[in-house]
Structure formats: C-alpha cells, structure tokens
C-alpha cells in the first residue's frame, strides 16, 4: 500500500483542507485521515488518491521547521519547512511593537531567520519608523525599507534562494508584496481602514507560492495577536538575542529576571547593554506563559 501513495507539498491550507501540488504539478485538494489538522502550508506528505482531483493524506514527512503560535487552548502553525520569516510592518496603519517582538522570538526559538520589511516608506513619516527600527538593527536583524507598489526589487535580494514566510498584522501590505513579486497571482487586497487605524483581513488562509526553482514564499493571514505559551522558560530567555552573553550569570540559577536580586539581566539594562523595553516585553511573556 506504502508504494502506491504520492509524495506532494502542502502549498494551501482551508481549514480542514489542504492542497497539495504533486511532482508532476498537479494539485490535488486533501484531507486528513480522522480528526487531525495539524499540516502546514510547507509540510511535506505523502498522499493516496481518492478521485480525479481529491486525496487524503496518509503521512507527514519529518521537517526541518514549524513555526507556529499558541494560546493556553490550541495551536496555529503558520509554515513549515521555512529557512526564514519575513516580519512585514508598515508606516500606516501603525503596527504594534509588541506584536514584532513576540514575532521575533517566535522565530528565534524555532531556529528561523528573521527579516524586517518596513513597507510603505513613500508616505511621509517613514523616516520616523524607520528610527523606531534601528534598535533592532543594532540586535543583528536586518530592516529592509520598501514601497511594495512602486518597487519590489529591494525585497527580492532577501527571499534568493530561500523559502520565506510573510507574517504580520492585517494591512501591512502582505498581499500588496504578493501582487508585486507575482503580479499573475492577483492576489485581493483591500483599502486600509484609516478611522480604525488597522487592516482589514485579505487574506483568509496560508498560501505558498514558487517565485523561481530555488525561492519560495508563503502568505499567511493576517495577524492580530502571536501567543507564545508553547515555549519555556529557558526558550523563551535564549529568544532574546541580547540576553545570552548574560544567562548564568544571576545570582541565582533559577532567576525569572522579574525582581531577584542580582540579577545579571537587570544589571545589563542599568549599565545601557539592554533596552528597557525588550526586558519589560520579556517580563510580560514571563508572566504569561508561566
């Protein structure tokens, strides 16, 4: 039985369904095999047939990544089998550092490159943005300005030979950067809601799409919260890229970093070598997955 299934690539994820592209560039419409929905837009799998243009998925092949959020309740896996996300932000609708910063370690702890696109920079307070950003030039990430509508071009030199993963808030512009880089594929986008000051969903399930033989890129739907409760302690220390010089170094081994005394993480902000604000965003994650 094992020899007549099919390998393919999960390329669309519907809920409950998935489509799935076939070596020969078929894709084929698949379910799970009982109540399981736990695929993602990257996943590798091994299908049988059910009719002309339907399947059901019988394996999932071992991956190389998952990145994915969680509440206290369930999971919502983004992609898998992604070297890299792309963090889309943009100057308007104002985006939520908070929701950067969980996006951020979110990739970190699952061993994932980050890249920062600042979109819309043809408005007027880009200059603005961009100085918010630079702290997180100074951590190592690369800020990658862009005006998706009139040039793609600075993006492209970034997704070369990699399979990327767009995430962000809704109206950021991700389906715009679609639209850009494979204008055939038309994706829908809509106007952004200016009273509101936030995106309206466009989006409504996870896409990947081959740009070339060696890049690939899926978008996923728009994001208004990135719960972490997935992670430990120690991951969730360790995803913050500036905190690592100073980890066992505490008084103590068991150091929360919230209010102990000597504690190397909180001597490190009072001398400059940590933002405040990365600890408090840390603290608050602390707190809540504890």
């Known amino acids: ?3 007549d299934l099919l390998s393919g690539l999960v390329v669309a994820s519907y809920g409950k369904r998935y489509g799935v592209e076939l070596e020969d560039g078929r894709e084929l419409s698949c379910v799970t095999r009982g109540k399981k929905t736990d695929l993602a837009c990257g996943d590798h799998v091994k299908i049988k047939t059910t009719g002309p243009n339907e399947g059901v ?17 369930r999971s919502k896996m ?4 992604v070297s890299q996300a792309v963090i889309v932000l943009a100057t308007q609708p104002s985006f939520y550092e908070e929701l950067l910063n969980r996006c951020l370690v979110a990739t970190e702890a699952a061993g994932i490159k980050a890249v920062i696109v600042l979109n819309k920079c043809d408005l007027d307070n880009a200059g603005e943005t961009m100085a918010r950003l630079q702290d997180y030039a100074a951590l190592g990430y690369t800020i990658q300005p862009l005006s998706a509508r009139e040039d793609i071009a600075p993006l492209r030199q970034w997704l070369k030979g990699e399979t990327s993963v767009l ?6 512009g991700k389906s715009t950067i679609v639209n850009a880089l494979l204008p055939d594929k038309m994706i829908k986008t809509q106007e952004v809601s200016t009273v509101l000051d936030s995106g309206k969903h466009t989006t409504t399930a996870a896409h990947l799409y081959h740009l070339d033989a ?8 728009g994001l208004q919260e990135f719960g972490l409760h997935h992670l430990d302690a120690e991951q969730l220390e360790l995803a913050f890229t500036e905190f690592r010089p100073y980890l066992g170094k505490c008084r103590f081994n068991n150091c929360r970093h919230l209010k ?9 902000v ?8 990365r600890l408090a965003y840390y603290q608050q994650l602390r707190l809540e997955i504890a």
Not at 167 to 172: E, L, N, Y
Not at 214 to 221: F, K, M, N, T, Y
Not at 270 to 277: F, M, N, V
């Open 1 to 3: 039985m094992l020899n």
């Open 57 to 73: 998925v019988e394996q999932l092949q071992p991956r190389t990544s998952l990145l994915y959020r969680s509440n206290s309740f």
């Open 78 to 81: 983004l992609a898998a089998n």
């Open 167 to 172: 995430v962000g808030q809704s109206g950021m």
């Open 214 to 221: 060696e890049s690939h890129l899926i978008d996923s739907p």
């Open 260 to 268: 102990e005394p000597e504690c190397a993480i909180q001597a490190a």
């Open 270 to 277: 009072a001398t400059g070598e940590i933002l405040p604000r």
